[in-house]
């Protein structure tokens, strides 16, 4: 958002111009640019806008600071956006949903069947946006501080990102029962929404005295996992999946069903309770309990 909006549009026979300021927050922004008039009005036309520490607040869960310049030029039916913009203090504190994600991803598909209702709409984009400092995700599910560059192309209207980003080693991402150390990864966008993110990703965890390295690699909706424990070489890969979603191996799950089971249900009436009331109601229960059967 802008405001202490000021300047002034000259118009010069076939040819308007513009120069403008306004205060974004503390930051501030600066407009100047031109068009020349054509047979439908509109015609050949260059605007730059730049920014210095504008506040962002876009999409949910995100806040940051902008700098950098964005130039609109060309000509009708041929106007592009193009820039460089640096993003600070950037943090992002949404939950990870995958049932709004996957209705994101329609909803974004659907809009680009209906086409675009403006011009501003069409308008294709080439914009870096470039994490000048970490972007620290900081929710339930992870803790982790993301490095790169990422490339808005698409349209204004339905944007789409391309890029890679790379974890840095110590974050924690928050997998059921295991807290995951990052070592290393990286995430290839690919034209996320439209497109699905592939992922290379090597992690450090301990559930039940168990230490397990973990690797993901592949498309995300399709990851390949590869799990070992160096003190535990005994453990088959299914033991060791186990382990990380319910505490237990393959083999403890089996001969224990109906406690497993009542556990999990619970765990899963915690969640969807607490997800609906927030932090007002949590049902906690542990590895070598049975909440539901006592």
Do not use: K, W
């Not at 015609?43 to 210095?52: C, D, F, L, N, Y």
């Not at 000509?75 to 504190?93: F, H, I």
């Amino acid at each position: 958002s802008a405001s202490r909006l000021r300047g002034e549009v000259r118009f010069l026979g076939d040819r308007a111009e513009i120069d403008a300021t306004a205060a974004s927050g503390d930051g501030h922004i600066v407009a100047y640019g031109g068009m020349n008039f054509g047979p439908g009005l509109l015609g050949p036309a260059a605007m730059s806008i730049e920014a210095e520490r504008v506040p962002l607040s876009y999409p949910e869960g995100f806040r940051g600071r902008a700098t950098g310049a964005i130039l609109v030029d060309g000509d009708v039916g041929r106007y592009r956006v193009s820039g460089l913009v640096d993003l600070t203090r950037a943090y992002y504190t949404a939950e990870f949903d995958a049932r709004r994600q996957s209705l994101g991803q329609l909803d974004y598909l659907l809009a680009t069947l209906r086409g675009q209702g403006s011009i501003l709409d069409s308008l294709p984009l080439a914009v870096d946006v470039r994490l000048a400092e970490p972007l620290r995700i900081r929710n339930r599910q992870a803790q982790l501080d993301v490095t790169g560059t990422v490339t808005a192309n698409g349209t204004l209207a339905q944007p789409a990102a391309t890029g890679q980003l790379s974890l840095i080693e110590g974050g924690q991402v928050v997998l059921r029962r295991a807290r995951i150390r990052v070592h290393e990864g990286r995430v290839e966008l690919n034209g996320y929404p439209a497109g699905v993110p592939d992922v290379d990703f090597e992690g450090l965890t301990q559930v039940g005295g168990v230490t397990m390295s973990l690797r993901a690699q592949g498309s995300m909706d399709d990851l390949q996992l590869d799990i070992r424990s160096p003190n535990r070489p005994d453990l088959s890969q299914t033991d060791l999946v186990s382990l990380l979603l319910t505490g237990r191996t393959s083999t403890a799950v089996a001969s224990e069903g109906g406690a497993f089971l009542a556990e999990e249900l619970a765990a899963a009436l915690g969640g969807a309770l607490q997800r609906n009331v927030g932090e007002t109601l949590l049902i906690d229960v542990s590895s070598d309990e049975s909440m539901l059967l006592d």
